[in-house]
């Protein structure tokens, strides 16, 4: 068995990473710091980026919302998520987001951990001062398919009116590249 150490980690603190899907990621525990029970990232994210529907067949995924709002599809309804909200998704329920407001902050939890894997494949380190990297959908949809730890189903289920804003041409690409393998 395997003795773990606690892990404190302050606002400023946990490794940064620029997501290719858009937003960039301050790992708060990662898999190796909880035994494998869970990850958790704060992601800070524009108005206009959109996941595509997805699934996540071995974990559980929690969202805490701690500023701006998000448009949630999930269960075939779409529910709007505003700071001090919280959704809670079962493993293979099909889901999706879209950042609503100028700017959002959220919580990931995902329990059990397992799709670290995914998100440091589908992601390069961001580095203080240096601009974020292209939007790379191919590079999401490798790190699916090389891990299993998310499921692809389909585009963004958002119409073109739910993005408002300048970042609503990330939503136009989200929906033009994202596509099941």
Do not use: N
Not at 8 to 14: I, K, P, W
Not at 116 to 145: L, M
Request: charged share 20%; aromatic share 8%; net charge negative.
């Amino acid at each position: 068995m395997t003795t773990l150490t606690s892990t404190v980690r302050d606002c400023d603190e946990g490794e940064r990473r620029w997501f290719s899907g858009g937003g960039v990621h301050t790992w708060k525990a990662t898999e190796s710091d909880t035994g494998g029970a869970f990850l958790l990232f704060e992601d800070a994210l524009d108005q206009g980026k959109a996941t595509p529907l997805h699934q996540h067949p071995h974990a559980e995924e929690t969202f805490y919302m701690l500023e701006g709002e998000i448009l949630l599809a999930l269960d075939g309804q779409q529910r709007t998520l505003h700071a001090g909200g919280s959704a809670v998704i079962p493993r293979g329920v099909p889901h999706a987001f879209l950042v609503t407001s100028r700017r959002a902050r959220m919580l990931c939890l995902q329990t059990p951990g397992g799709g670290e894997s995914f998100y440091r494949i589908a992601s390069t380190p961001a580095v203080d001062g240096q601009p974020p990297p292209p939007v790379d959908f191919d590079r999401v949809r490798q790190a699916a398919a090389a891990t299993g730890t998310i499921v692809i189903l389909g585009p963004p289920p958002f119409s073109a009116s739910e993005s408002p804003g300048p970042r609503a041409r990330h939503h136009k690409l989200a929906i033009a590249h994202y596509r099941p393998d």
